[in-house]
């Protein structure tokens, strides 16, 4: 990934759900590319080829909770930075609209849980789940909470809850 773009959002959500932040650039980058979504919030093409990666940080200043979220690619794919940009912070802004009329109280996707796992590649599908750098386990990907968890249903029996920050996931062929 080498160039990008960073823009600072104000998305009128408590600061407990800006976790849902690179989740909503993610599917707003994807729709604007036609692409799909990579859990958690990577933008890639339906092959899977990597196209956008998605990165935020949350804080706190005089004007309340902010998120500054980067989104970077490899400079041959010559995206428009400005039509992300535009993508991400109507998203946000419709998001945090959401959340205050009520439509996702329950947790930081709640609003845009349907059309995010639609975006989401490799729901159904079988998946290894990846940590460390090694693979810990093989199952097909079977949910998605409100929260950003991923449910693996494992191979063998049994199901593997994940936050974003535990694993990654990559989509068998």
């Not at 912070?89 to 609003?111: D, F, H, I, M, N």
């Not at 995010?116 to 093989?138: H, K, T, W």
Request: aromatic share 6%.
């Amino acid at each position: 990934m080498g160039v990008g773009t960073s823009v600072t959002l104000r998305p009128g959500v408590p600061m407990g759900f800006s976790t849902g932040v690179p989740f909503v650039c993610a599917l707003a980058v994807a729709r604007e590319l036609g692409a799909r979504v990579a859990w958690p919030h990577e933008v890639v093409s339906a092959e899977g080829t990597p196209l956008v990666h998605v990165d935020a940080r949350a804080g706190y200043d005089e004007l309340g909770v902010f998120v500054r979220c980067d989104l970077t690619w490899d400079a041959e794919k010559n995206l428009d930075a400005a039509a992300l940009e535009r993508a991400a912070t109507e998203a946000v802004g419709a998001w945090g609209q959401a959340y205050a009329a009520g439509r996702g109280k329950a947790g930081p996707l709640a609003s845009i849980l349907g059309d995010y796992f639609d975006a989401l590649r490799g729901m159904s599908e079988r998946v290894e789940v990846v940590r460390g750098g090694r693979v810990v386990a093989r199952g097909t990907l079977s949910g998605v909470d409100v929260w950003g968890r991923v449910t693996v249903s494992r191979e063998g029996g049994g199901e593997l809850e994940l936050a974003p920050e535990q694993a990654t996931l990559r989509v068998l062929p």
